[in-house]
């Protein structure tokens, strides 16, 4: 939950003091303990799914890794709450990584957190301010900071090999970021995210409008970034120290967060108008999120407003997906948060409806003040959006530039999960909600398992697809996610740098348009993308499945 703490600039020295980078391989301290226990232990399997005899025993080909080995995790300073930083244009933020003890269901992990808060401090400016980020790494691995969604200068886009170097253990980088856009942004490493994103890095960046009309009238907003951990008998289960593990669908954690906490409430008044800004913070898994008997529109996503909000029974968010969804709570009473999805089991083949609790608003029976009953029931047309996209439409039907095919490629993984899979894909799921084969999943790894994005025209694949654009060019790109592959996924894909339209989906055109930085693409569809390609640099185009991007689903477009 957000605390409307008004903070001044630097008070934000971390909560845990510098700390050494660790001696990984010591098996010392509390948290090596700890490790040592679930290096061994098998990973969660979901109620009534045992580890098929065939994978029992078997270990991924990776080294175990935990945040803090041979810390004592007592020396550690507990996560504070989450603050609010309003800065102003020219302001200055220092933003430091630490190792955090972290509490969750009574049990204390050994987490990474920005300025000891998990979610880091969250990030208020006004559209079109400059601020400086002054980041300091005091965790023991190398990472930096991505400004996810922000069309910024490239320098300072956070991805090392590209536009910077890894900021070591122990090291600082400083950043500009601007602001062009309003909206919901979010900033985590683009270092190893499967680890230090799932550990506790990221952030909130909620940038306002000059125009104060420019959303509805709401009595209080909230930003709620969904993750979630994997645990086991009260451990953490250990990440793969050379290559991502649960490289397939990526690591699906069994306990959901909201803001990072497993039991999330809210207490408000009847009648009271809620905007909320939800960001999918997790590694790998898609939400389907609703207040059930709660009436609830769509207002915005990654980059804009829509043309017209919409009234919605559920909003379904990808890895690093944005939505800005306002609720109305006009009865008393406890109404959950909740994520209603289809799972899947493969061993079986069968598909069930699930629905997890990921928190609980109270509603009072005293009345909200103002009452935006009125103002809440109109669905607003949005001129200016409509008007921005209007200058793009005369493109939305012409050929694509550019066709990218997703799909998978696997070297040495265990006979028996080789021979499953080539079962398994007789059927698939447009959407893996959750991980219904953890098992097999847990012992991939991204020496087994190469995500790909391939080039139809020329038959490259990720990295050495060299895609050169031209400023100012509208580009409209083809996506297809391959249903016959190996192990057919949904792809969040992420674009740096730039805003794009989904204009059509399997040639169906979007109604509603806006404007977005991160598309799902479900298997089997194919998508239209209109890249307004007009900030220059190097920028990724990626799969923000944590474990896929750590298996090579990356790619480089490159505007001059
Ligand atoms: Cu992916």
């Not at 920028?539 to 991007?549: F, G, K, P, Q, V």
Request: with cysteine; proline share 7%; aromatic share 8%.
């Amino acid at each position: 939950m957000i605390r409307r703490t008004a903070c001044a600039l630097g008070l934000f020295a971390a909560a845990a003091g510098p700390l050494q980078a660790q001696d990984s391989t010591s098996m010392a301290g509390m948290q090596g303990m700890q490790m040592g226990a679930a290096a061994s232990m098998p990973i969660p399997m979901p109620a009534g799914m045992m580890i098929l005899p065939a994978l029992a025993g078997l270990l991924p080909p990776v080294a175990p890794f935990l945040p803090g080995i041979g810390v004592d995790r007592s020396m550690l300073a507990a996560t504070t709450p989450t603050t609010i930083v309003r800065l102003r244009n020219g302001d200055t933020l220092d933003l430091t990584a630490t190792l955090v003890s972290r509490n969750i269901r009574g049990k204390a992990f050994v987490m990474y957190g920005f300025n000891g808060q998990i979610p880091g401090p969250l990030i208020r400016v006004a559209q079109h301010a400059t601020i400086t980020v002054r980041f300091h790494n005091h965790i023991d691995l190398p990472s930096s900071v991505h400004w996810h969604g922000l069309r910024l200068d490239n320098r300072d886009d956070g991805v090392p090999g590209l536009t910077q170097h890894e900021v070591p253990p122990g090291g600082d980088y400083t950043y500009t970021v601007r602001f062009p856009d309003a909206g919901i942004y979010w900033y985590h490493p683009h270092v190893r995210e499967d680890i230090e994103q799932a550990m506790g890095l990221y952030g909130s960046m909620l940038v306002d409008s000059p125009d104060s009309d420019y959303y509805s009238p709401a009595n209080s907003e909230q930003s709620l970034m969904l993750g979630d951990l994997m645990i086991n008998a009260d451990t953490l289960i250990p990440f793969g120290r050379e290559a991502p593990d649960f490289a397939l669908m990526g690591r699906v954690g069994n306990i959901p967060l909201v803001n990072g906490e497993p039991d999330w409430s809210l207490t408000v008044k009847r009648g009271q108008v809620v905007r909320f800004f939800f960001t999918d913070v997790a590694s790998s898994r898609t939400w389907n999120v609703s207040f059930p008997g709660v009436a609830m529109k769509v207002v915005a996503s990654d980059q804009s407003r829509f043309e017209r909000e919409e009234s919605v029974a559920s909003v379904v968010l990808a890895p690093a997906e944005r939505y800005v969804i306002e609720a109305r709570f006009d009865r008393p009473g406890r109404f959950p948060l909740v994520n209603a999805i289809q799972a899947i089991n493969h061993y079986k083949g069968e598909f069930e409806a699930v629905v997890d609790t990921l928190g609980w608003v109270t509603v009072d029976s005293s009345p909200a003040t103002p009452d935006y009953a009125a103002s809440f029931t109109h669905l607003r047309a949005n001129a200016a959006v409509s008007a921005d996209i209007a200058r793009y439409r005369q493109y939305f039907s012409r050929p694509p530039d550019k066709q990218l095919t997703l799909t998978v490629a696997v070297t040495a993984l265990p006979l028996f999960t080789v021979q499953f899979m080539s079962i398994d894909t007789a059927y698939f799921h447009p959407v893996e909600w959750v991980d219904g084969m953890p098992d097999m999943n847990w012992l991939s790894t991204a020496s087994q398992v190469r995500w790909i994005i391939r080039d139809d025209a020329t038959g490259k694949e990720n990295d050495a697809i060299d895609w050169q654009v031209k400023r100012g060019d509208v580009i409209k790109l083809r996506i297809y996610n391959d249903p016959k592959s190996f192990h057919p996924m949904q792809h969040p894909i992420h674009l740096h740098g730039q805003r794009m339209l989904v204009v059509a989906r399997d040639g169906v055109p979007t109604a509603n348009l806006v404007w977005k930085d991160t598309v799902l693409i479900p298997v089997g569809s194919t998508v239209d993308l209109l890249i307004d390609a007009s900030n220059p640099g190097d920028w990724m185009l990626h799969c923000h499945i944590a474990e896929h991007l750590g298996s090579g689903m990356m790619t480089t477009m490159h505007v001059r």
